[in-house]
């Protein structure tokens, strides 16, 4: 059985970082491309980043520059390491693997 199970939101200022964590099993994860969405309150889930088995990534433009995707296949982990944290990215922040789903870290970013 597929799972991903996210860890590390919290409430951070403007300006500060965050690093999110994914911990996957039940697939070979190695082989897999991993993404991180996010939603807000009354606003549609949206792709902030993913990665490719082999390393590729692409960004949502509003994080280009400020966040980045990795993986350490050893560890069956996906991260998503965030700085210059601004208030409009304020979030449920979801791990995803295809049509399977983590269960979500709140990230709040305070002005």
């Known amino acids: 059985q597929v799972q991903l199970v996210e860890s590390g939101g919290g409430l951070v200022q403007a300006g500060g970082s965050l690093r999110l964590s994914c911990a996957a099993s039940?697939?070979?994860?190695?082989?897999?491309?991993m993404g991180w969405y996010r939603q807000a309150p009354g606003k549609q889930r949206e792709l902030v980043a993913v990665?490719?088995?082999?390393?590729?990534?692409n960004y949502a433009d509003s994080v280009r520059g400020r966040f980045t995707i990795f993986r350490d296949n050893a560890k069956n982990t996906v991260y998503l390491q965030m700085n210059s944290l601004k208030p409009e990215d304020t979030a449920v922040y979801y791990c995803?693997?295809?049509?399977?789903w983590g269960q979500g870290t709140q990230v709040t970013v305070s002005s």
């Open positions: 039940g697939f070979m994860f190695r082989i897999s491309t």
């Open positions: 995803n693997k295809d049509l399977y």
């Open positions: 990665i490719r088995s082999g390393g590729i990534t």
